[in-house]
């Protein structure tokens, strides 16, 4: 957001004809965000859950503009708005905060600034969502499943903006009082003022430390200060000690989910011209050849060659993964030609896959289920040598009966729960269910069961999730070794470390994993250690 550091606060109430606060555009920004700041200066701390904490404008009293509420405005203003609608349409219509925003950003016409506002607040309250709501629970008597959702929805934006947000409490307060007055009514309006006042009465870090006081043990303490629902807290603390890691980097990984993460993009083998992309503002990733960051608060759609296809967005973890899996060693044969993707849409991987196998002399086979996802793997492949690829719709598990053994290289990139990029998905934890593990496993285990069918003896097999749940990871293809005793795990490990750029092989070097094998490992990638969604890696290989 640009403007970061200023400081814009107005004196409360004043002069306002529309919105309270401060700011150019009525927004009562005082430039960019914080966590458990209000106001400027001040010293830094850490909180239990080690996160950076910003001391706001300390002891003195807060600032509440003269209005009364019914003297105040009525009418939204539009980077709330926006905000309030995705809000919405995300519980209502079970939309993606990640399309539905763009498309309220154009109605509502916001500029950068705006843009940058609206998006903070949407994706800060959506992630932010339990511990938003163990707040204002202890600031109304009632039940919050009592609370008219669009009411709950309005309070949310404006305990996000009084805890976590570079917003006076006044504007604040004025502002979301305003918006619901204008989307659900003047009664309300009176309702959302007397909570956020309750809310606006403490500073961040006494709401934290009352609802850790309330939380009944560690899990739930973590869960409701780091907004992760108890049991996907059990899953990473589980992930993190399944792949070899400690425990006690629970809270850092936690926290990396509720950090906004720099888009990534790849710049396709002998297509992307990384000097252009650079020019352009991007900076080269420390990890993985051809990967770059983009610039804060760009739109990488006007970054050189991404109109073409030749630059993509992409994360690192994934271009991580799929370089592993084309620079891996065959274990056997040198027949090199015959490489399969086979779930590929939306066709980030096999965009990088196809461009490596042209330059290879090699074919990409992308395979995906949904006809529509089929089409965005044909429209991200543009760019790439026609000859070097082709796009298949149909289920990936018929592949072991139609093509058995014919594959040399094969992307198995499954179908999983997506706990490992929670960072980009705000509202994904809300909708994820426990319930929703085992049936993903037993798709993921026949999946890689037909993959291995469809190698040839001495191919290899990537089996890749972007979730770092043991019962997708590990225990899928221990399941499978356990079945298939012609099969091996390979040092999955050594080729991530041989396809990462080698200044940082040491610190990227992930937690190994072995499984029924002196040699083989995986590889767990995970935010708040590499910076990447928590990509999950299994180089297997059979005779
Ligand atoms: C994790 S995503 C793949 C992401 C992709 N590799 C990329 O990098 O953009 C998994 C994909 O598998 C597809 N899928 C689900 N079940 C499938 C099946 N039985 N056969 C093939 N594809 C399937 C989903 O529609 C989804 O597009």
Same mark, same amino acid.
């Given at each position: 957001m640009s403007g970061a550091g200023e400081n814009n606060e107005r004196r409360s /109430?004043? /002069? $306002? /004809? /529309?919105?309270a606060g401060g700011g150019r555009d009525g927004q009562g920004r005082s430039g960019g965000t914080r966590r458990g =700041? $209000? +106001? =400027? +200066?001040g010293s830094d701390r850490r909180d239990a859950a080690g996160r950076q904490r910003h001391r706001g404008q300390g002891d003195g009293p807060r600032q509440y503009g003269t209005l009364n509420p019914s003297e105040r405005a009525r009418t939204a203003d539009p980077s709330r708005a926006a905000a309030y609608e995705v809000l919405r349409a995300v519980q209502d219509d079970d939309a993606y905060a990640n399309l539905a925003l763009p498309a309220a950003i154009r109605r509502h016409g916001l500029d950068k600034r705006d843009a940058g506002f609206a998006t903070e607040l949407t994706y800060g309250a959506l992630r932010g969502l339990g511990r938003l709501d163990a707040v204002i629970a202890m600031c109304t008597d009632r039940k919050l499943k009592q609370i008219d959702p669009n009411v709950l929805d309005a309070l949310r934006l404006g305990t996000y903006q009084l805890l976590d947000m570079r917003v006076p409490a006044h504007a604040a307060l004025s502002a979301t009082v305003a918006l619901t007055r204008d989307k659900v009514g003047a009664g309300a309006g009176g309702f959302v003022n007397a909570v956020l006042r309750r809310v606006s009465e403490r500073e961040t870090e006494e709401w934290d430390a009352a609802i850790v006081d309330a939380a009944k043990d560690e899990t739930a303490r973590l869960s409701v200060l780091t907004s992760h629902p108890e049991w996907i807290v059990r899953a990473l603390r589980g992930a993190l000690t399944t792949h070899g890691r400690e425990a006690a980097e629970l809270p850092e990984l936690l926290e990396a989910d509720n950090a906004a993460p720099v888009v990534n993009l790849v710049a396709l083998p002998g297509l992307g011209d990384i000097e252009a992309l650079e020019e352009a503002g991007a900076v080269r990733s420390e990890l993985v050849p051809g990967a770059l960051l983009a610039e804060a608060g760009g739109d990488p759609a006007r970054l050189p060659g991404v109109d073409a296809g030749a630059a993509r967005v992409q994360d690192a973890g994934s271009q991580l993964v799929a370089r592993a899996l084309a620079g891996a060693e065959l274990p056997a044969g040198d027949r090199d030609v015959a490489w399969l993707d086979m779930c590929a849409g939306p066709g980030g991987k096999a965009a990088l896959l196809g461009a490596l196998a042209a330059e290879r002399g090699a074919h990409l086979e992308a395979n995906e289920v949904a006809q529509h996802r089929a089409k965005l793997v044909v429209e991200g492949m543009r760019a790439v040598e026609q000859d070097a690829w082709h796009v298949e719709v149909g289920d990936g598990r018929r592949y072991g009966k139609e093509a058995p053994g014919f594959f040399d290289r094969i992307m198995l990139d499954a179908p999983c729960s997506g706990l490992g990029a929670l960072r980009r998905r705000p509202e994904a934890r809300w909708r994820k269910q426990p319930s929703d593990i085992p049936a993903l496993s037993a798709l993921q285990e026949e999946l890689l069961l037909a993959g291995l069918d469809a190698l040839r003896p001495g191919g290899v097999l990537a089996y890749v999730t972007c979730s770092p749940h043991p019962a997708e990871t590990l225990a899928v293809v221990e399941a499978v070794l356990h079945r298939r005793k012609d099969v091996r795990l390979l040092d999955t490990g050594a080729a991530v470390d041989s396809a990462a750029l080698p200044a940082t092989v040491a610190a990227t070097r992930p937690a190994d994993a072995t499984i029924g094998s002196d040699t083989g490992s995986s590889v767990q990638l995970f935010p708040h250690a590499h910076g990447t969604d928590a990509m999950f890696m299994a180089l297997l290989t059979r005779d």
């Open positions: /109430g004043q /002069g $306002r /004809g /529309g919105n =700041s $209000r +106001g =400027s +200066g």
